[in-house]
Structures are given as structure tokens and as C-alpha cells.
């Protein structure tokens, strides 16, 4: 089974500043089965980002995914208010979906 | 509106059975393959279950194979997680994911495009 392992595990930072998530794979992830999620308390889990580049539908431009083999990246160009949240990294392989731990993004 | 509605959890005792439903509007129910996924008290996302869009392929994860049993009823746009045997670490909120198989080129993706807020499952005594 594959691991995925985020850092940080969490990120201090102000609105307007840039944000850089880290995905590292134990194993070769192929990229179109490289997705990012965001979760916020209460809400539901929200698609950012598929394939490891794609941005999904109605996901803001300052939110950007690349990578391949076993590193992937999320970055946030600059930080609005409402994108303090959890980042999740997510990969299908051998009939099952792992996920990272997760990335917190917190105010400074 | 596309809308997955997630219902049916609650506190249950260990031992004990519960079924989880997520109610479908909005898109063609059908025509999707989806997954059930929890997260734990403080913990991050995990995978529980898939079932394809017509229900010839299931998968789960290792911590609920044979406990818990994946499935989906089309004419009430409706899927389903029936967990026996509950265990404390099954204590979670379960979300229901629409799930996107999709071939562009040579290519494959897989992602989960659409996801309910969520039901609270805990087992305790």
C-alpha cells in the first residue's frame, strides 16, 4: 500500500501570503490518480485540485497543483481568509484510496 | 444542485450494527460509482468502501472488511453502509463521496468530486 506523507504538518501564515503543501509518496504515484481535498469543520470535504494539475470546477486560480512520481504539491498563490483549513493529498492504487494526514493552514 | 445527504449515525454500543444511508439529487445517481470515507476524533481522512456504478465492483479497506458491507439501491438514488461488529475506533463522521472514473486519452483519473457534510458515528458503552 502506498503512503503518503504531507508537510508540514501545519503551516502558520497570514492572508496574502503564499502557501506551499507538500506530498511525498513511499512508491511512484501515477499523477492522474493525485488529488488534493480541503476540509473545514462542520462542512463537507471539497475537491481542489485532480489529476495533480487540474483544477476542478469553480476552484479559484490562486489555488495550483504539480508534480509527479512521488512528489506533489499544492500551492495557494495568496492566502484569503476563507482558505484556513485542512489539506488533504489522496491517491488510488491496487483497489483502494489512501490519503495523507493532512495539513493544517492556520492564521498567524 | 448536486447534493449528497448523509443519515443514520448515532451512538451505538460496541458489538452492536448501524446503517448509514446517503441520499443522491441533483446528477443521475447511476451513472456514478461512490465511497464511503471517515474521519476520526482528531484524526485525518481515511477510505471505507467503494461501490461502482453498477455494483459488480466493491472494494474495502482492511480495518472493515467483513464488518461492514457496501450498497446502493438506484431507483431511490440511495447508497448504503451496513457496519456490524462496531468497534470503538469505528467512532467517526462517515461521508458519502460521488467518485469520478474518468478515461481522457490514454489516461485514467480517479477523485471524488462531490461529498456530503458528513454523519457522527460513535461507539461507546
Known amino acids: 500500500e502506498i503512503v503518503l506523507t504531507q508537510s508540514p504538518g501545519t503551516l502558520s501564515l497570514s492572508p496574502g501570503e503564499r502557501a506551499t503543501l507538500s506530498c511525498r509518496a513511499s512508491q511512484s504515484v501515477t499523477s492522474s490518480y493525485l488529488a488534493w481535498y480541503q476540509l473545514k469543520p462542520g462542512q463537507a470535504p471539497r475537491l481542489l485540485i485532480y489529476g495533480a494539475s487540474s483544477r476542478a470546477t469553480g476552484i479559484p486560480d490562486r489555488f495550483s497543483g504539480s508534480g509527479s512520481g512521488t512528489d506533489f504539491t499544492l500551492t495557494i498563490s495568496r492566502l484569503e481568509p476563507e482558505d484556513f483549513a485542512v489539506y488533504y493529498c489522496q491517491q488510488y492504487g491496487s483497489s483502494s484510496w489512501t490519503f495523507g494526514q493532512g495539513t493544517k493552514v492556520e492564521i498567524k | 444542485e448536486v447534493q449528497l445527504v448523509e443519515s443514520g449515525g448515532g451512538l451505538v454500543q460496541p458489538g452492536g450494527s448501524l446503517r448509514l444511508s446517503c441520499a443522491a439529487s441533483g446528477f443521475i445517481f447511476s451513472r456514478y460509482s461512490m465511497n464511503w470515507v471517515r474521519q476520526a476524533p482528531g484524526k485525518g481522512l481515511e477510505w471505507v468502501s467503494y461501490i461502482s456504478s453498477s455494483s459488480n465492483i466493491i472494494y474495502y479497506a482492511d480495518s472493515v472488511k467483513g464488518r461492514f458491507t457496501i450498497s446502493r439501491d438506484d431507483a431511490k438514488h440511495s447508497l448504503y453502509l451496513q457496519m456490524n461488529s462496531l468497534r470503538a475506533d469505528d467512532t467517526a463522521v462517515y461521508y458519502c463521496?460521488?467518485?469520478?472514473?474518468?478515461?481522457?486519452?490514454?489516461?485514467?483519473?480517479?477523485?471524488?468530486?462531490?461529498w456530503g457534510k458528513g454523519t457522527a458515528v460513535t461507539v461507546s458503552s
Open positions: 463521496a460521488r467518485t469520478i472514473i474518468a478515461v481522457a486519452g490514454s489516461l485514467y483519473y480517479y477523485y471524488m468530486d462531490v
